[in-house]
């Protein structure tokens, strides 16, 4: 698994490299500003980037347009965002870009248990979603909800709700004290009212979570 590290601050880069080596990861570029960025992933082609929001030079949103501006020229790419901020208006265009790659952003300081963060990099970078209960939060909340969407029970909304979040399905079943049977149900449902392709069940969770967080479904 190729990755390239955009992160401003050294201590935590270097710290995201050790931490992503010794769990497995090829790290063939670490870099701290957007620049840099574009280059590394045009000169290493890696599966996936791993980037703050701000960086230099001038500390808004430059992390974050960068991997937007990658996603559009290669669709595959997997992108996870780490970062302190929710940026509302281009974590929306991230989610809602179409790209095949997987997509995540975390927040740096919920991040509070490695394996958590590794196994949350793995889904990702495999096609997944792992999106931070704050920013689902938070871009939930920016409005609301109509079409399709507003076809769901509050059960399947909570069920989406976690599946956002990464969680797996035996994980859904323990937060919310049901059978893992009734969860797969709830998903079923899910799938069914969104009406997203039939296919595997990894790509349509992450269609039914990007369909939650645009708030579309028409």
Known sequence: MRVVIAEDL???RDGLQRLLRDNGFDVVAAVEDADQLRLAVLREQPNLVITDVRM???HTDEGL????????KTPNLAV???????????????LADGASGGVGYLLKDRIADVDEFVDAARRVAAGGAAIDPEV??????????????AELTPREREVLTLMAEGRTNAAIAGQLVV??????KHIAN?????RL??????????????????????
Do not use: N
């Open 179 to 184: 059978s893992t049977g009734a969860v797969e």
């Open 136 to 149: 689902v939060a938070q871009l939930v909340g920016a409005r609301e909800r109509g079409g399709v969407l």
């Open 197 to 218: 392709p039939t296919g595997g069940d990894a790509h349509r969770r992450v269609l039914a979570v990007l369909a939650f967080l645009q708030g579309s479904g028409d």
């Open 190 to 194: 899910i799938f069914a009212k969104l």
């Open 56 to 58: 230099p030079p001038t």
């Open 80 to 94: 996870l965002i780490v970062s302190q901020y929710v940026e509302r208006t281009y974590a929306q265009e991230l």
């Open 65 to 72: 347009r960068a991997a937007i501006e990658l996603r559009r």
């Open 10 to 12: 050294a201590l935590l």
